[in-house]
């Protein structure tokens, strides 16, 4: 009987005891359950104050009292910040002892520009459970962490400086110099009538399209600065504009820089211009350019924008909106651009230009040192308009290609003492071929090729064009580096020389008529690797990688110097002599004469090339009498003025 009792208290204990620890166990998974809820609610008003950080509202899981003033006041905050919002990410959420409140950190990322770092910066938002569910707390902390109630954000840009193109021996040739920004202020234009004439006048005054500007003033807000053009500061167009303030009302001048080169005609079409980014121009960067910045529009500035354009940074700064003081929160500095080294001298490419200035037909003059290839000058006349007559035009390269056509000879077995027949005239093929007018008659018959050479005889090359191969034009031109593929970083031509079958076309071709075409930079190249002794390959941007193309049959040093001894004859004895004054080392020259058109008599292009110690020159008129009258001169006078 004992023992039963024993064993029925035992199950009673026990029965007991399983009670009070399932009831345990509920109570506590019960409190789990309402944990994880509570987290939970917690969250999501975190992430619907995410979402609304992001988007720049204020969402309805905010607790606030005048909900509209909050509203205004978070548009107030994030006025500065453009069209840029963070991205908002809910990192963690904490749960107080209570049960009834709680904290998710927010996460908040900034990113102004690709590729750059990002301003990332971590704030709190409260939580509370009504009887409604949670609702989450306002405070301007939520935006940004420390933001006082009277301060919004701004973000602003930091333009990079940009970089300079640096010339020969490393002198900046382009670099910021100051301007002056011309155009009417708005502000000080309230009629509208007073506006427009103002606009007009402005327009004839620095030549730009009245009927353009005046619409774009027209359009222009009332606190606008309207820019009409830009003058380099103290340029006799700046001094004459700002003497006509008192005629044109509201007429503002604005002091700038720009990266500009030494002077306005300085390699122009070399190094293009810089200016605001257009629209096309922003669309294709990618975001890299924005509305306001200076980039690259033509020629080597734009070639290599992104380069000189350096990296733009910015700043965000807590503004108070009623005192205008600012305090730093985030910046990230510019990086200036990087310079881009050229090979141009500045001394011998403003004689160059100088030389060009007063040349009405498109005209070019190259220079290059043929020890390194390295471009001293590349400049192309007023004439041109603005086109790179140097680098890109394509012309009849006329008599002196006679040099190329003297070396195919020479390979082909004909020596400077063989003799050729100067004849008055010589018909291939019926076409009949002269030399030209005043050809000196003591020069006529039998004479050494080197005496045609510097008489320039046509006839004598044309009749000697049966002498040649199919392809014999081509190697000689190849040799001479005239017919590889430029490599100077901006668009570049260089000679075209067929190969023509003898007969009419190969007979034209001995004299640089016919197929033959070349720019100027072809011909300087010529003499420049006739200099050297080898081909040369022409070099504008040093960081720039070489082009090279093996040539089949190469120029040797006994080629090369027979050229030369034949070109010193040119200007001592030949068609170039008014080249022989000349200061310093001696000038080898060859000048040439090419018609085109079908005027009677022909109209003519005026060339020479030139070789006057470590420089080689092609100087080139479109429109000339003859290369010993027209072009001869201005390299005279241009190498008179680098030996000063």
């Keep these: 009987m004992g023992e039963k009792k024993r064993t029925t208290t ?11 620890i399932g009831g345990v166990a509920g109570w506590f998974g019960w409190q789990a359950h309402e944990r994880r809820q509570a987290l ?4 999501r008003v975190a992430q619907q104050v995410a979402s609304g950080l992001h988007t720049g509202t204020l969402p309805d899981a905010i607790d606030v009292t005048d909900r509209a003033g909050a509203e205004k006041r978070l548009a107030v905050i994030y006025r500065g910040m453009g069209e840029v919002r963070p991205a908002v990410t809910v990192r963690d959420v904490r749960l107080d002892a209570d049960g009834e409140s709680g904290t998710a950190r927010l996460e908040q990322t900034w990113t102004f520009h690709a590729g750059q770092p990002a301003w990332t910066y971590a704030t709190q938002v409260r939580a509370r459970h009504t009887g409604n569910g949670w609702v989450a707390q306002w405070s301007d902390e939520v935006v940004a962490p420390g933001l006082r109630t009277s301060e919004g954000l701004r973000a602003a840009r930091l333009t990079a400086e940009r970089g300079e193109i640096l010339g020969d021996g490393g002198k900046p040739l382009v670099m910021e110099r100051p301007v002056v920004r011309v155009g009417l202020d708005r502000s000080r234009l309230t009629d509208d009538g007073i506006a427009d004439s103002a606009a007009r006048t402005l327009a ?3 030549d730009v399209n009245p009927g353009t500007y005046a619409g774009r003033v027209r359009a222009a807000g009332p606190q606008a600065f309207v820019e009409a053009i830009v003058y380099r500061a103290q340029s006799p167009e700046a001094i004459a504009i700002s ?9 503002r001048l604005v002091a700038d820089t720009l990266p500009l080169a030494p002077s306005a005609s300085f390699a122009r079409p070399v190094f293009g211009v810089a200016g605001q980014a257009t629209a096309e121009v922003i669309e294709k960067s990618g975001g890299r350019v924005r509305v306001g910045d200076v980039v690259g529009l033509s020629g080597l500035q734009a070639a290599y924008d992104e380069q000189l354009f350096g990296r733009s940074g910015f700043v965000v700064e807590a503004v108070d909106q009623t005192t205008w003081k600012t305090r730093q929160l985030f910046k990230v500095q510019p990086v200036t651009g990087a310079p881009v080294r050229v090979t141009l001298n500045e001394k011998i490419q403003a004689a160059a230009d100088a030389v060009l200035a007063h040349v009405e037909p498109a005209s070019a003059l190259v220079a290059i040192r043929p020890s390194d290839g390295h471009l001293l000058a590349i400049a192309s006349g007023p004439g041109g308009e603005g086109y790179s007559t140097a680098t890109l035009g394509e012309y009849a390269p006329g008599s002196t290609f006679k040099t190329v056509s003297a070396l195919a000879l020479m390979r082909a077995g004909v020596s400077p003492d063989s003799s050729v027949d100067c004849a008055a005239s010589i018909s291939v093929d019926g076409r009949l071929f002269h030399n030209y007018a005043d050809y000196p008659a003591t020069s006529l018959g039998q004479i050494p090729l080197r ?7 046509n006839t004598a090359f044309v009749g000697e064009h049966s002498r040649l191969s199919e392809g014999a034009l081509a190697s000689a031109a190849a040799a001479l580096g005239m017919t590889a593929e430029p490599s100077l970083g901006i668009p570049a031509t260089m000679a075209t020389v067929p190969s023509p079958p003898a007969g009419v076309d190969r007979a034209a071709a001995m004299i640089g008529q016919g197929a033959v075409l070349a720019s100027p930079l072809a011909m300087a190249t010529a003499a420049a690797s006739i200099a050297k002794g080898a081909a040369v390959s022409p070099v504008l941007v040093l960081d720039r990688a070489k082009s090279s193309r093996a040539v089949d049959a190469p120029l040797t040093g006994s080629e090369a110097q027979a050229l030369r001894a ?10 170039g002599t008014g080249l022989a004054g000349v200061p310093g080392e001696p000038v080898l020259a060859k000048t040439g004469t090419a018609e085109y058109g079908t005027d009677d008599p022909p109209r003519t292009r005026a060339w020479v090339i030139a070789i006057h ?3 080689a020159v092609a100087a080139f008129v479109a429109d000339g009498t003859s290369g010993g009258r027209v072009a001869a001169p201005l390299v005279a006078e241009f190498l008179t003025r680098i030996a000063r």
């Design 243 to 251: 003497q006509a303030a008192e005629r044109v009302p509201g007429l």
């Design 40 to 43: 939970a609610g917690v969250e």
């Design 451 to 457: 005496e045609a050479l510097a008489q320039s005889c």
């Design 204 to 206: 004839a005054l620095v």
């Design 10 to 20: 035992s199950l009673v204990i026990a029965l007991v005891a399983l009670l009070v």
């Design 566 to 575: 034949m070109m010193r004859q040119v200007v001592t004895a030949g068609s």
């Design 613 to 615: 110690g470590d420089l």
